[in-house]
């Protein structure tokens, strides 16, 4: 699977250690006690870490329609969850 872009070390996260920080920074923000230098950093930071796993995401949907093709069942479709948006 794709690794996300490289985190504060420089080293690349994977997507679901990406995620897990994001979980993390969400929890956080949500507590709102954070003072506003944090809630900035740790806000961009989810930005960052949210970029990457879409972009990792992307990339595992685009191998897996190369897959399907190679395999001869290029009927890639829209996923339906059954679920229905509300705006």
């Known amino acids: 699977m794709a690794e996300s872009k490289p985190d504060g070390d420089g080293k690349p996260l994977d997507f679901e250690a990406a995620m897990r920080d994001l979980e993390q920074i969400v929890e956080r923000l949500e507590h709102g006690d954070l003072p ?40 890639v479709q829209d996923f339906d969850s059954g679920e229905t948006k509300t705006e």
């Open 36 to 75: 506003l230098e944090e809630s900035l950093a740790a806000f961009e930071r989810g930005v960052m870490l949210t970029r990457s796993c879409q972009l990792a995401l992307k990339e595992a949907e685009q191998k897996v329609e190369i897959l399907l093709r190679k395999a001869g069942t290029a009927q």
